[in-house]
């Protein structure tokens, strides 16, 4: 059964940085795709940025491009959200996601999320 668990959320001021990491269990990934999402109160949950764990492929949002990268540890099995030039819209619980390549992330695995929260 997957397990993920994310940490190295926090307060920080705008224009600061955060990493977010995320730690992968349960199974073997390399057929796998990875992603971050987040998640305001009253608004539905939004893609961030995922990546295709044996190839490295990314791809990101066009609101975080230029300023979040993500990126996987296959030796620690972490995945890992290095987030730039923070704004008081990144504010959301952050939420790291696993599913089989080919699939959609709606039927993959989740984990319990982790609250960023940039002040102006």
């Known amino acids: 059964q997957v397990q993920l668990v994310e940490s190295g959320g926090g307060l920080v001021q705008a224009g600061g940085s955060l990493r977010l990491s995320c730690a992968a269990s349960?199974?073997?990934?390399?057929?796998?795709?990875m992603g971050w999402f987040r998640q305001t109160p009253g608004r539905e949950r939004e893609f961030v940025a995922a990546i295709t764990w044996s190839a490295g492929r990314t791809s990101y949002a066009d609101s975080v491009k230029g300023r979040f990268t993500i990126s996987r540890d296959s030796a620690k099995n972490t995945v890992n959200l290095q987030m730039n030039s923070l704004k008081p819209e990144d504010t959301a619980v952050y939420y790291c996601?696993?599913?089989?390549?080919?699939?959609?992330?709606?039927?993959?695995?989740w984990g319990q999320g982790t609250q960023v929260t940039v002040s102006s």
């Open positions: 349960g199974r073997t990934f390399s057929s796998y795709v």
């Open positions: 996601a696993a599913v089989p390549g080919g699939s959609t992330f709606d039927s993959g695995s």
